[in-house]
């Protein structure tokens, strides 16, 4: 199984940013998918997932702002992030049940 994040960077206040996540190992399209996040001191937290079902569900804190959707034709789940804000700054993960992305860097400063 492998899962590799890209599409992380610096953005201002107030802007975006879209994650890829691209799965190999498995069948993704029976695969239920999570984004998580960890800022720097804080522990892992989940961000949104969207289960093979097609059911999605979101964080309080991001839900109206993230929007998490997949492309199994690509094996590839994605976190669009709208109105990000200074503390949305962590290092995202992919995640699918016991296995994890390397991760990817987001920082929101100005």
């Known amino acids: 199984v492998q899962l590799v994040e890209s599409g992380g960077g610096l953005v201002q206040p107030g802007g975006s940013l879209r994650l890829s996540c691209a799965a190999s190992?498995?069948?993704?399209?029976?695969?239920?998918m999570g984004w998580y996040r960890q800022a720097p001191g804080k522990g892992r937290e989940l961000v949104a997932r969207?289960?093979?079902?097609?059911?999605?569900d979101y964080a309080a804190h991001v839900k109206g702002r993230f929007t998490i959707s997949r492309d199994n034709a690509k094996n590839t789940v994605y976190l669009q992030m709208n109105s990000l804000k200074p503390e949305d700054t962590a290092i995202y993960y992919c995640?699918?049940?016991?296995?994890w992305g390397q991760g990817t860097q987001v920082t929101v400063s100005s």
């Open positions: 190992g498995f069948t993704f399209s029976i695969a239920d």
């Open positions: 969207f289960f093979s079902t097609g059911i999605t």
């Open positions: 995640n699918c049940g016991i296995h």
